[in-house]
């Protein structure tokens, strides 16, 4: 069962931990250590012989925030067998407003554009975010209409997406966000880790490791 909201937002903390500049290959990871398997598979959303990368965050998260420098630059790095799919938590209130506003970004074809936009316009720039006019305000800044903004917030679409979302966490068993989730089936939280800039560090491992499961 999920914790509360409030509990989840301080659950991951970006701990100062041991450094990771070491991590040569996937032989040196430990289970337990640098990330957890799910109890059961999640079934991925990319194409055959992709490596799914689920980045599962929230726009209200500081340490969301924090890890939008270290994961986009990774992001670059990244095989082409390798796709990325954001996932919007979706614990109730103010978290599922701000996966409607994901959702409705990428129905108005402005996500791309938008995505690192209003991470800082709530964290540096002190938005909520959080009701239909600042949401429609924000968004057409972008080209597209108050009305139009609108309109997606509450189209049936992101409200199914919404709903498949929340469905996605509660199979992946996530408890905390940020959270990296590889092949479906590897966990990485800023705990196991060691801090927020870890993360790609450890997941860029278990990419390769994937690798190596697959050529066996």
């Not at 069962?1 to 990871?29: D, E, Q």
């Not at 679409?157 to 919404?162: E, R």
């Not at 966490?169 to 996530?174: E, G, I, T």
């Amino acid at each position: 069962m999920f914790k509360s909201p409030l509990i989840l937002k301080t659950a991951l903390l970006a701990l100062a931990g041991f450094g990771l500049s070491t991590l040569a290959s996937a032989a040196t990871l430990v289970e337990g250590q640098h990330y957890e398997v799910l109890p059961e598979p999640v079934e991925t959303r990319v194409d055959d012989g992709q490596i799914e990368v689920t980045e599962a965050f929230w726009y209200g998260c500081p340490h969301c925030y924090n890890l939008q420098g270290p994961v986009a630059d990774w992001y670059e790095t990244l095989g082409d067998d390798v796709s990325v799919v954001h996932l919007p938590a979706t614990m109730g209130g103010d978290w599922n407003t701000h996966a409607a506003v994901f959702y409705a970004a990428e129905e108005l074809g402005i996500r791309e554009e938008a995505h690192a936009d209003i991470f800082e316009a709530i964290h540096a720039n002190g938005q909520r975010l959080t009701d239909p006019d600042s949401i429609a305000s924000f968004f057409s800044d972008y080209g597209v209409s108050e009305d139009e903004a609108r309109q997606a917030m509450d189209a049936f679409a992101v409200k199914s997406q919404v709903n498949q979302a929340h469905s996605r966490m509660r199979a992946m068993r996530l408890m905390g966000v940020p959270a990296l989730v590889v092949d479906g089936r590897y966990l990485v939280t800023p705990s196991s880790a060691g801090s927020l800039q870890n993360m790609p560090q450890i997941a860029d491992a278990l990419i390769e490791k994937v690798r190596q499961e697959r050529e066996d």
